[in-house]
Structure formats: structure tokens, C-alpha cells
């Protein structure tokens, strides 16, 4: 039995998907942050930042919450003025999703 597991663990492993999705992906692994929405100017003094995040292992397990909701939540933000993600990913075995919002 535990033979089977990890034979089947190497394989969806060696499948080249990625257990996170990004818009550019690396072999190894990537490290990205992307915009999403935007609108007006977040470079003022007064601008906040919240971020939401979720994880996963292996691609079998995953938790977390990475709603704009959330995001706005940690951040204390009541106006959204830009929403980027970021993603990381290493060789398949970790990943991580977060939204991150900015705004008033």
C-alpha cells in the first residue's frame, strides 16, 4: 500500500501541472504578482493594503480564504481601489494564492 502511494505521488507529481495557477509558470517553480482591477489612485499616503491568502500541499491538501472580501477585511478598507494576486509555487510540492487589495 504504501508503495502505491508514493508511486502514484511521483507521478502527479512529474505531471508538469501546476498546483497553482499563475499567469507565467516556471519549471522549478515561480514567484509572480499580477493586477487584476484598478481604479483611481492608490499612491496616496493614506492608502491601506489587506491581503488574503491560500495554501496547498502537494495539491491534496489546500486551505485558506483568498476572497476580495477578506482581503478587504485584513486591510480595514471600505473603498477597493486596485486588487492584484500573487502566486508561488515550488517544484509542485507548495503553493500559495493571495489577493491583495488596496484602497481606502
Known amino acids: 500500500m504504501t508503495r502505491v502511494l508514493i508511486v502514484t505521488t511521483a507521478l502527479i507529481a512529474m505531471t508538469g501541472c501546476m498546483i497553482v495557477d499563475s499567469p507565467v509558470k516556471g519549471f522549478f517553480g515561480s514567484r509572480v504578482r499580477w493586477g487584476d482591477f484598478a481604479e483611481g489612485d ?5 492608502t491601506k493594503e489587506g491581503h488574503a491568502c491560500m495554501d496547498t500541499i502537494l495539491g ?13 477585511a ?3 478598507i471600505s473603498k477597493v481601489s486596485v486588487i492584484d ?3 508561488k509555487n515550488f517544484l509542485n510540492l507548495a503553493g500559495e494564492y493571495c489577493t ?5
Open 60 to 72: 491534496l491538501f489546500a486551505r485558506g480564504d483568498a476572497s476580495v472580501r477578506a482581503a478587504k
Open 42 to 46: 492608490d499612491m496616496t499616503p493614506d
Open 74 to 76: 485584513d486591510g480595514k
Open 85 to 87: 494576486h500573487s502566486a
Open 100 to 104: 491583495i487589495v488596496r484602497g481606502k
